[in-house]
């Protein structure tokens, strides 16, 4: 119990994250860096970026409104506090994607418009799943949700996007490797905590595998219009190619020993699925809960 009392007070958060890999940052970011201008110069790269980053404004707005509703009916101070920073994290996590869009050119009083343009609906669905089960204090189906599945998600995504980025873009990159250590933490909180509280209420895992299966659909939905309503491997070489024009030389995208720049849009949205859903079920194991596969859309 000790171990849980330091690794998930806000001490060890301070330590860690402010404190620590975000020391010397603005808005996740190094405070000199900028948007490539050549993503200003070609009206297909600039899209692109606002319709990406309005996903993950969605995406963290759904987690900041879960780790928020999940302080009060947390069952342990311990779990209290680090949802509380968890909270912060998230709150950290909107601002910057909301930043992103503001320097990608998106204007303040414009801004909810094109959230509302761009937002995937089935990433809604997939939110409105998880905030189902928190505005219901339903605390170990929303850790699940949020801490498993949704930061799950976040986190492998995040991974695929930071190595397209980061010669390419080197300020998304670096905002998205600071999301990428807050999401391993959440993970981490979720596998600790929620193991222990199946195992003291076992009639939970059928409410929480249904979840789980309804959650990954939609999840596997948002990744189908993603990939199917875009060339993806198409906007990726052109991206290379108008940096090349543009002088940034970039070595060719490397994830799970795959070369995204040979990848059809099929074959991407394979490895990002795969990827996520063997995660899902590798974590949702250690917590004595059984993976339900999702119907493919």
Same mark, same amino acid.
């Given at each position: $119990?000790?171990?849980?009392?330091? $690794? =998930? ?11 620590? =890999? ?7 970011? /190094? ?10 110069? *070609? ?27 999940? !302080?009060?009916?947390?069952? *342990? ?18 601002? %910057? ?5 503001? *320097? ?6 414009? +801004? ?18 998880? &905030? ?11 850790? !699940?949700?949020?801490?498993? !599945?949704?930061?799950?998600?976040? +986190? #492998?995504?995040?991974? $695929? ?18 999301? %990428? ?12 905590? %929620?193991?222990? /509280? %199946?195992?003291? +209420? ?8 249904? $979840?789980?299966? *309804?959650?990954? =659909?939609?999840?596997?939905?948002? +990744? ?5 309503? #875009? ?28 070369? &995204? ?15 996520? /859903?063997?995660?899902?079920? !590798? ?7 059984? =993976? ?6």
């Amino acid at each position: $119990m000790s171990d849980f009392l330091s $690794m =998930y007070s806000i001490q060890h958060w301070l330590e860690a994250c402010p404190q620590g =890999y975000l020391e010397g940052t603005k808005y996740g970011h /190094l405070p000199d860096e900028k948007e490539p201008a050549f993503v200003f110069e *070609d009206g297909l790269l600039k899209e692109q970026a606002v319709r990406t980053t309005v996903q993950l404004v969605v995406g963290e707005r759904c987690a900041l409104a879960a780790s928020a509703g999940l !302080v009060n009916c947390a069952p *342990d101070e311990p779990s209290r506090h680090f949802l509380a920073t968890q909270t912060l994290d998230e709150a950290r996590h909107v601002e %910057i994607f909301t930043q992103r869009l503001y *320097d990608l050119g998106v204007k303040k009083d414009e +801004f909810e418009d094109v959230i509302q343009a761009h937002a995937n609906p089935n990433l809604v669905k997939f939110a409105e799943i998880l &905030l189902e089960k928190v505005e219901n204090k339903d605390f170990v189906a929303g850790v !699940v949700g949020q801490n498993i !599945v949704l930061e799950g998600m976040a +986190f #492998t995504v995040f991974e $695929m996007l930071h190595e397209t980025s980061k010669q390419l873009n080197p300020k998304f990159a670096h905002t998205l490797a600071g999301t %990428i250590s807050d999401e391993r933490r959440h993970v981490g909180f979720g596998e600790n905590r %929620i193991g222990s /509280l %199946i195992r003291e +209420f076992p009639e939970k895992r059928p409410e929480v595998e249904k $979840m789980q299966k *309804d959650m990954s =659909y939609f999840m596997l939905a948002t +990744f189908a219009d993603s990939f199917r309503s #875009t060339p993806a491997r198409e906007e990726l070489a052109h991206a290379r190619k108008i940096a090349a024009d543009a002088g940034v030389e970039a070595r060719q995208a490397r994830w799970h020993g795959q070369d &995204l720049d040979k990848l059809d849009p099929k074959e991407m949205e394979a490895l990002l699925a795969n990827t996520v /859903l063997k995660e899902f079920k !590798v974590r949702l194991g250690r917590l004595g809960i059984e =993976y339900q596969s999702p119907d493919r859309p």
